[in-house]
């Protein structure tokens, strides 16, 4: 048996009362794995003697689970009103690779009233640390083709368009799509491209990693009373669809493949495969950061950039509120973080952290259009050389931190999203 945390989609708390200091607690498909299993780990109404038995805990997001870890114990909160009686679990996030993980990824553990439940792992239980620990093989280039028609399925323009945004920033988004027909042969790791069809667009307009095996849940189209086929996936890379890969550029570079698939799901081939990343690379105007099984070396990187983000937008808007500014939080959804207001005067506020000396910052188009047509209103504040302790925590009170008259000129930019060179008019304001 494993103890199962469900999760709803994430929402703030307030660190001062929150017995474990976090700032916000459930599902965020922006974040890593070990950053979600860090704010969800805890604190839940959980049973001692349960906890004792099992060697494993799932989350799992809308009836599915996404995060397997091996648990090493639990502890109480001592700062909590009633200490002993909620607990947080202590444990390791499993990797792509571990058949542990690879085995409950995906599985289906459906919605239930109580957050906390357990799940059978009797087929699981069996293996040995001996070949848990064994180098997993190399499967090579294995990618697939996942389809959207806009005339069956539309995608949520607010939610793609932020998507977009956080792909453009260096993040991944996470979700489950359908692979069609297909019930096996994907593996965690696998290489995925969305393909757009219908009547105009058509191309490639996605890229991403699956992190789980086929599994089976309740049909896409509603109209539909059998189950589909779904895996899950982390997207490095989408683009507005005005953006899109042409579908008449992938069949006369690309003509061993057929680019008009009838469902999702279908094998692209080893031959294409590596000249497709090319040419979606080049088509972007930069490498793609793609996920890779086991994800160690990248899957701590968020939670440092988060860190990094929020004591930039901190800085940025204690600032303006020390200047008797009010000042609204607005990066959820905005082409900019804040917005100060004094009086009739307006200023829309970027924040961008940085561990370098920050000569550049990453921007997107999004921001830079909103800063283009909003000339002397947009300002950018960057905080560059934070610094970080052993253990992985930022110092606070750390970094230079610098505000300039937010207008960027094309000079300033260079393609990526966008790095922006740092060479204009400091501001005092």
Not at 254 to 269: D, F, M
């Amino acid at each position: 048996m494993a103890v199962n945390l469900a999760l709803a989609d994430a929402y703030f708390v307030d660190a001062g009362q929150d017995p474990m200091g976090r700032t916000w607690v459930g599902w965020d498909r922006s974040e890593s794995d070990e950053a979600l299993w860090a704010v969800n780990r805890g604190r839940w109404r959980l049973d001692e003697r349960a906890l004792l038995r099992e060697r494993f805990a799932t989350i799992s997001y809308r009836g599915v689970v996404q995060i397997v870890a091996e648990l090493e114990g639990y502890e109480s909160m001592l700062a909590d009103p009633k200490p002993g009686l909620k607990k947080a679990l202590l444990g390791r996030v499993l990797a792509p690779g571990d058949p542990v993980r690879d085995a409950l990824v995906g599985r289906l553990v459906g919605r239930q009233r109580n957050p906390v439940s357990y799940i059978d792992t009797s087929d699981v239980d069996s293996i040995s640390a001996a070949e848990r620990a064994r180098t997993w093989p190399e499967r090579g280039d294995h990618a697939f083709l996942v389809t959207n028609n806009p005339g069956l399925w539309a995608l949520n323009d607010d939610e793609y368009d932020e998507d977009v945004r956080t792909t453009a920033d260096g993040g991944f988004v996470r979700g489950q799509w359908s692979v069609g027909p297909r019930t096996g042969g994907i593996e965690p790791g696998d290489r995925v491209f969305m393909l757009r069809q219908g009547r105009d667009r058509r191309g490639i307009i996605a890229s991403g990693t699956f992190t789980s095996r086929v599994f089976q849940d309740a049909h896409w189209d509603e109209t539909r009373s059998n189950d589909a086929n779904y895996a899950l996936i982390d997207w490095d890379t989408l683009v507005d669809p005005e953006d899109v890969l042409p579908i008449e550029r992938l069949k006369a570079e690309l003509s061993e493949q057929h680019w008009e698939p009838q469902a999702s799901g279908t094998s692209i081939r080893q031959e294409v495969r590596r000249r497709l990343e090319q040419i979606w690379a080049g088509h972007l105007g930069r490498p793609v950061s793609r996920r890779t099984a086991p994800r160690q070396a990248w899957q701590l990187d968020p939670v440092r950039r988060k860190q990094v983000e929020d004591a930039a937008q901190d800085r940025l808007m204690r600032h303006y509120r020390d200047l008797g500014w009010q000042v609204q939080d607005t990066r959820h959804g905005n082409p900019y973080d804040a917005i100060a207001v004094r009086g009739a005067e307006v200023r829309y506020l970027e924040a961008k952290g940085t561990e370098t000396v920050g000569r550049a910052v990453i921007v997107t188009p999004g921001e830079v259009e909103h800063a283009r047509t909003h000339p002397g209103k947009c300002v950018l504040g960057v905080l560059s050389d934070i610094e970080f302790t052993a253990a992985g925590e930022l110092v606070p009170g750390s970094g230079i931190f610098r505000m300039f008259d937010w207008c960027p000129e094309a000079t300033d930019l260079v393609a990526r999203s966008y790095d922006y060179t740092l060479n204009g008019h400091p501001l005092t304001d």
